[in-house]
């Protein structure tokens, strides 16, 4: 990921646009708190005129019971309204931050390459969008004024109770510093091991998804029990993980809790109080007013504890959003040309994934002919998809240039360059909709009989209509409910809607079903008629009579020309024709009339 280092990261920077709720949700917190411990000082004041039989007052002002009763009333009120409304300032921050995020994402997701997005996957994506910015959400809504409350508390109630009793006061410190050195203790080396933790958590994950996933392929290949391992290797090390913490932190943890709940602090101050009364002095007001604020203290700090972890996760997820925000965006022209013929020129192409040191593509030069048809061809790993992907800007090259018409395709914007290729991806996605709407996607001012069209051209009409609600069927999640020849059919038909004048190809027969493959060459061939066509072939035998072949071999061209030539040439071309052929044999002696790939 590309960070830009002037930035300003983390938490508190990415929740900078909702800073003035956040400030106004925490200070009314603190009011709420500070109104709670006057609350409990004026209710000692007044139990200690109570026991002493004297007249009730503040000050001078003398007062009746209903008075006293009636002020303290009050301040309870606005100690609850105070609560009340710092939690819903807080969460109309929560609201707004999600928001903005999510907006910022999607509008930025929009800009980034598609490279990016087909590399870290729509789940890993899906995951910031909405897992992340809901933990952000949790952490201004909840934690925001419990920040605020267990920071302001202990403070204040700590100067009040100096001003009552420094002793009262030391001691009730006293006790909090065990509890924290405790907690402190329990805590320690907890960064490694909750990495450890959290590590062996994901491994689980990604294990059962593992498991899941390849169900198909276990079934068929495994007896389980090599995939089974890998998931109970990885239970095994997370329960050795979550043992080796617990028994570091666990003791010390539940001692450090203990010591910070209220009762030991409110019994350390009554046997203090109880001390001081028979040895020294005391008031009785120091007394009952410690009893009470020394348990506030107490009780209000716990919360640290689990607030420290949440700030934590909420970094996290921060980072990642960040990361995603950060990830350059494609580049517009400033001055956009539009290309009005549709040859296609790699030019001293050099290109390198951002991750990866090596260069995946090195000194690409080839030209693909205005309405000609050129194959790349090469063994798994050479490049060819890459080279494809770097057509419709999927990822911009690292050196050299791409033309089109003559015109460096970063010199086309982006909406135009999409609306002159088209790319029949491996991975046919259908959209969990209506076949018609599928297909009508590609070209939103396409009429119904467009869409017909393009279906029959297709060779997928006949096939929709006879589905009992003909083009108004639902497509399914993914197209689940149709073969993956059907479903390539009709993200052809959409490809051949869009009548874009470039079509790159990967691969699109690969996954046919063989009832259906006859249809699909046939659909192809519509699709690719009078068109600039770059196509990424495994089947050999497809792509004899095309215009050109541009052989690939790590990362570089090892040859281009017609069939016959590079046969001729006797070099990898010939080598894998060879292969292809024996492959191909080798499946007819067998009886299986479907090509090898
Ligand atoms: N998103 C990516 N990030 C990093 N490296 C990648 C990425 N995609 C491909 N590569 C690497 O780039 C090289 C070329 O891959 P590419 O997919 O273009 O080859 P290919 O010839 O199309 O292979 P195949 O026929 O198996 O699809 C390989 O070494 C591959 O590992």
Redesign the pocket.
């Known amino acids: 990921m590309n960070k830009q280092s002037n930035k300003k990261y983390g938490l508190w920077a990415i929740i900078k646009p909702v800073m003035f709720q956040i400030r106004a949700a925490m200070f009314l917190s603190s009011l709420g708190a500070i109104c709670l411990i006057f609350f409990l000082t004026l209710l000692s004041y007044f139990l200690t005129q109570i026991l002493h039989g004297g007249q009730l007052q503040i000050l001078d002002i003398k007062l009746n019971l209903l008075n006293a009763i009636l002020i303290l009333g009050a301040i309870t009120i606005v100690a609850f309204l105070s609560r009340l409304s710092s939690f819903i300032v807080s969460h109309m921050g929560a609201f707004k931050l999600e928001e903005i995020l999510r907006t910022k994402l999607a509008q930025h997701l929009a800009q980034v390459p598609l490279?990016y997005i087909i590399?870290n996957g729509s789940g890993g994506l899906k995951k910031v969008m909405q897992d992340d910015v809901k933990a952000l959400h949790t952490f201004i809504a909840d934690s925001t004024p419990m920040i605020a409350k267990s920071i302001i508390a202990p403070i204040f109630t700590l100067i009040i109770l100096l001003i009552i009793d420094y002793r009262l006061a030391l001691v009730s410190i006293l006790v909090l510093v065990l509890g924290w050195i405790t907690m402190a203790y329990a805590m320690r080396d907890s960064k490694v091991l909750r990495q450890k933790y959290e590590k062996s958590q994901s491994d689980i994950n990604r294990a059962v998804i593992e498991f899941a996933q390849a169900m198909p392929v276990v079934r068929t290949f495994d007896d389980g029990s090599s995939s089974f391992k890998r998931y109970n290797n990885s239970l095994l090390s997370y329960k050795k993980n979550l043992n080796e913490w617990m028994a570091i932190s666990s003791f010390p943890a539940k001692l450090g809790m203990i010591i910070l709940s209220p009762l030991p602090t409110l019994i350390v101050i009554f046997i203090t109080s109880i001390l001081l009364m028979e040895y020294s002095s005391l008031d009785l007001f120091a007394f009952i007013s410690a009893l009470f604020l020394s348990t506030v203290m107490a009780e209000s700090m716990m919360p640290i504890m689990w607030l420290q972890n949440f700030i934590k996760k909420s970094q996290a997820s921060a980072l990642r959003i960040q990361e995603v925000l950060d990830e350059k965006i494609l580049q517009e022209p400033k001055n956009p040309k539009q290309p009005s013929e549709f040859n296609i020129e790699f030019k001293n192409v050099y290109f390198k994934?951002d991750?990866?040191n090596d260069y995946?593509l090195e000194d690409i030069n080839f030209e693909v002919k205005q309405n000609s048809v050129t194959a790349l061809v090469?063994p798994?790993?050479?490049?060819?998809?890459?080279v494809a992907k770097l057509i419709p800007r999927f990822w911009d090259v690292t050196k050299g240039e791409i033309l089109i018409g003559g015109i460096n395709i970063k010199d086309i914007d982006s909406k135009t360059l999409m609306d002159k290729v088209s790319f029949v991806f491996q991975d046919t996605f259908l959209f969990a909709d209506t076949i018609f709407n599928n297909i009508k996607m590609a070209n939103p001012n396409a009429t119904k009989k467009d869409v017909i069209n393009a279906a029959r051209a297709a060779q997928i009409d006949e096939f929709i209509k006879s589905l009992p609600n003909g083009y108004d069927t639902k497509a399914g999640d993914r197209g689940a409910n149709l073969s993956g020849g059907q479903k390539q059919r009709i993200t052809i038909a959409r490809a051949i809607l869009r009548d874009a004048p470039i079509i790159v190809l990967d691969e699109a027969t690969a996954f046919a079903d063989p009832e259906s493959e006859e249809e699909i060459i046939k659909a192809l061939s519509n699709l690719t008629k009078n068109k600039t066509v770059i196509m990424?072939a495994h089947r050999l035998s497809t792509i004899k009579n095309v215009d050109q072949i541009v052989v690939?071999d790590r990362?570089k061209i090892s040859e281009k020309g017609k069939h016959n030539q590079l046969l001729e040439n006797k070099k990898i071309y010939f080598q894998l024709w060879e292969n292809y052929k024996e492959a191909t044999k080798w499946n007819l002696e067998k009886g299986d009339c479907n090509e090898s790939r």
């Not at 798994?380 to 890459?386: F, I, R």
């Open positions: 490279g590399t994934y991750n990866i995946a090469g798994s790993g050479a490049g060819k998809s890459t990424i690939f990362g």
